[in-house]
């Protein structure tokens, strides 16, 4: 977070408003009031898309406490270095300089590359007889299509045997498949500059992936972990207000404050933020994001696939709660002096999101990040489908059994029989000649009795045919008489009479006698 530091201290130092001020009898030229500074640095901070509109007032004096303790900032006789800056009429100014904080820097990335079976290195003791594969149903028109054109002398080929996949290789995927999403989201050349890939877990990534609710909540398998069964009521009280509440306790005022003072108790005593201390560096990344709303949502959707299953739940149950005690309208004002709104975020940030070490702008980026996860906590603690299936379909095609041939760039996949062996030349080519005779004669009676196709185009498919497969075509008409048979001639029609014809021989005109007399 140190280029978001230095960004605020930049613009702050260099367009933070200076005028002359006078102060017991003297005047102090180029420095500003505490209050005035507050005034400004927390309109800044509301434009900001790290901060947002979120931030409140006492979140703007305590950065200017650490701007002081840094000697961003002095008061007006240069003293500096401690955190006793108040919201006043106290002098204070600029120094000649100020520090900036120097980027971390990361070790050399070194792209740990998973190792996956190759061609040509089948494992010694491994079996080639029944390697089972997925089984395709073929009917006559995907084969069809599939030798449409003219089939050619088949080269020898060979069984191409993978690795098996075991478990360790399975998760080593997922684990993989998924940082690479996330490194091309975020655009870095390297997740070594927000977090330790060593320390990411593959078996919590598949663990949230599959082992969910009906309403996408994680299922916890070791059920000490769970929240506390109290929590879990207050939660659910707050959540369903006024219509569930199970605690057994008789309803007095103030008694829905007692319930969220109860729950705020517990999640602000936690030993770790829910978020993680290890994935402080890569949420807070995510925040230069937040202008881009559906690849922030993205973002954050695989950080916290990253989580312990257990943080990623009281997460879950934690967000709905917020965002429903903000839209409920029956909600009794929690807190004097807060809106719902800003009361959520405030209460629960530090317990989402906070750095092992104390950071300076720890507050205003949880406060940000909180806010963006309640608006859209629906979305980003959904299972990314997108990367669900693209991890899936790698698996399945790693496992399966494929065939090469010489000179081939491309692999075809074996998807039928259901379980094959390794066969000789001579095997394959009686296999060829009489094991496709079947589907072969199957497809050419469905083009002799397809009544959509006209004669024309019958004939044609029937000529192709015949070149393709001439011994299934001889098979079915082994006389041109048979052939004939399909497209019987039709009678010629007789020439039609013409209206003037006679029924008798045309006879030479004759003169008639004139009936003048």
């Excluded at 500096?80 to 204070?92: A, I, K, S, V």
């Excluded at 008694?255 to 705020?264: G, L, N, R, S, Y």
């Excluded at 009676?445 to 004939?459: F, G, M, P, Q, R």
Aim: proline share 7%; aromatic share 10%; charged share 25%.
């Amino acid at each position: 977070q140190s280029h978001i530091w230095n960004e605020t201290v930049e613009l702050f130092r260099a367009k933070m408003p200076l005028r002359k001020h006078r102060c017991r009898f003297k005047s102090y030229e180029h420095c500003f009031t505490a209050a005035e500074a507050v005034d400004w640095l927390h309109e800044l901070l509301r434009c900001n898309q790290n901060f947002g509109p979120e931030v409140t007032r006492k979140q703007t004096i305590q950065l200017l406490k650490k701007f002081l303790k840094n000697h961003v900032i002095e008061d007006i006789k240069g003293k500096w270095g401690q955190e006793d800056f108040e919201d006043n009429r106290h002098l204070y100014r600029f120094p000649p300089s100020s520090p900036l904080k120097p980027y971390p820097k990361k070790p050399p990335y070194q792209k740990d590359v998973i190792k996956f079976p190759e061609w040509n290195d089948p494992p010694p003791g491994t079996s080639q007889e029944n390697i089972p594969v997925r089984p395709v149903v073929m009917n006559s028109e995907m084969w069809y299509k599939r030798h449409s054109i003219a089939i050619g002398e088949v080269p020898a080929c060979r069984l191409v045997h993978r690795r098996q996949l075991t478990e360790a290789n399975v998760e080593e995927i997922w684990k993989s498949m998924t940082l690479s999403y996330l490194q091309k989201i975020l655009g870095l050349d390297s997740l070594e500059e927000v977090l330790d890939i060593k320390l990411v877990n593959s078996k919590f990534i598949i663990h949230n992936v599959y082992s969910v609710s009906k309403q996408g909540v994680v299922i916890l398998d070791d059920k000490s972990k769970e929240l506390p069964h109290w929590v879990l009521s207050a939660m659910k009280c707050l959540a369903n207000w006024p219509n569930s509440c199970d605690l057994k306790q008789p309803m007095y005022l103030g008694f829905e404050k007692d319930v969220f003072k109860t729950i705020a108790d517990y999640y602000g005593h936690l030993k770790e933020p829910l978020l993680t201390f290890h994935l402080f560096d890569a949420f807070v990344s995510v925040l230069g994001l937040l202008q881009k709303e559906k690849v922030a949502v993205e973002a954050f959707q695989i950080c916290c696939l990253l989580l312990p299953p257990e943080n990623r739940r009281k997460l879950q149950l934690l967000m709905r709660m917020m965002a429903r005690i903000c839209l409920n309208k029956e909600m009794p004002p929690l807190c004097d002096g807060f809106g719902t709104r800003t009361l959520m975020v405030q209460t629960f940030s530090r317990c989402i999101l906070c750095s092992k070490d104390e950071v300076d702008l720890d507050e205003l980026l949880a406060a940000r990040l909180v806010t963006f996860l309640m608006d859209n906590y629906q979305e980003i603690l959904k299972v990314p489908l997108a990367l669900q299936t693209s991890i899936e379909e790698r698996v399945a095609h790693l496992r399966r059994v494929q065939i090469k041939y010489p000179g081939a760039d491309m692999d075809i996949t074996l998807s039928a029989p259901s379980f094959c062996r390794q066969i000789s030349p001579e095997e394959f080519e009686y296999q060829r000649s009489y094991g496709s005779q079947e589907p072969l004669a199957a497809l050419l009676e469905e083009v002799i009795t397809d009544a959509k196709l006209s004669s024309k185009e019958k004939k044609k498919k029937l000529k192709q045919f015949q070149k393709s497969y001439p011994e299934v075509y001889q098979e079915r008409f082994p006389t041109p008489e048979s052939e004939a048979l399909l497209f019987p001639e039709k009678p010629k029609p007789k020439p039609q009479l013409l209206m003037w014809a006679l029924k008798k021989p045309f006879q030479p005109f004759q003169r008639t006698r004139s009936f003048r007399m």
